[in-house]
């Protein structure tokens, strides 16, 4: 069955430090992977997608993910945090099982300290 | 750029009371989907619609029930709330099966 691993519920830096967020799947294909940042009450917000090709995906807020299918992974990258960046991150995976549908990972809550 | 509109933002409702929550997808969106999200949980996949038909089903209680309209906006009907029922409702849409999904605000349903 597909799934999505966040080991990180909750991750802390430091405004200015750099930041990866891990991200795991399991699914049998080649999986069209995502990232959405939300913040409190708010909608899911699409930072980035791979659906193939170049593995080094850049997305919008100087965020970037790198595909490793080696690994299963699919881990959020940003060199200097903001402060802005706090919110909850999800990771997902767009499955054509059935129908096209995503699948989330529990998040990732991001704290920036001052 | 046209986003994905739910309404109500808000809706507080009492238990086994019936609600109804709406969703206007993108312009030249065709597929719509709902994900109900708990305090603290991801969002969990509960329905889609594509081009007007039902297309999948996750997760969703037989309490509820949802359809897509001619003009591709979708209602999803809750009835009988429970208190578990309390969560954010979002609706998303997307062009294609190779587009990703965009969401709405969501509807903060509380059910007392």
């Known amino acids: 069955a597909q799934s999505v691993t966040q080991p990180d519920i909750h991750i802390t830096v430091s405004e200015g430090a750099s930041l990866e967020l891990r991200c795991n799947y399991s699914?049998?294909?080649?999986?069209?992977l995502f990232w959405y940042v939300q913040s409190p009450g708010q909608g899911l917000q699409l930072l980035l997608k791979?659906?193939?090709?170049?593995?080094l995906v850049q997305g919008i807020k100087g965020f970037e993910a790198e595909f490793k299918r080696s690994q299963s992974s699919f881990n959020l990258r940003k060199p200097s945090v903001h402060w802005s960046d706090a919110a909850e991150y999800f990771c997902?995976?767009?499955?054509?099982?059935?129908?096209?549908?995503?699948?989330f990972g529990t998040g990732t809550r991001l704290k920036v300290l001052a | 750029a046209a986003g994905v509109i739910q309404s109500p933002r808000h809706l507080i409702k009492e238990k086994r009371e019936t609600a109804t929550l709406k969703c206007y997808p993108i312009?030249?969106?065709?597929?719509v989907y709902w994900y109900q999200q708990g305090p603290g949980q991801d969002p969990q996949f509960l329905i889609s619609?594509?081009?007007?038909?039902?297309?999948d089903k996750g997760s969703i209680p037989d309490r509820f029930s949802a359809q897509q309209f001619s003009d591709y906006h979708s209602e999803l009907n809750m009835s009988s709330l429970e208190l578990g029922d309390s969560a954010l409702y979002f609706c998303?849409?997307?062009?294609?099966?190779?587009?990703?999904?965009?969401f709405g605000n969501g509807t903060r349903l509380t059910v007392t």
């Open positions: 312009p030249r969106h065709d597929t």
């Open positions: 998303a849409s997307s062009l294609n099966i190779d587009s990703p999904l965009h």
């Open positions: 699914y049998g294909a080649t999986p069209y």
């Open positions: 619609f594509y081009e007007k038909m039902q297309s």
């Open positions: 791979y659906f193939s090709g170049d593995t």
């Open positions: 997902a995976v767009g499955t054509t099982s059935g129908t096209y549908k995503y699948i």
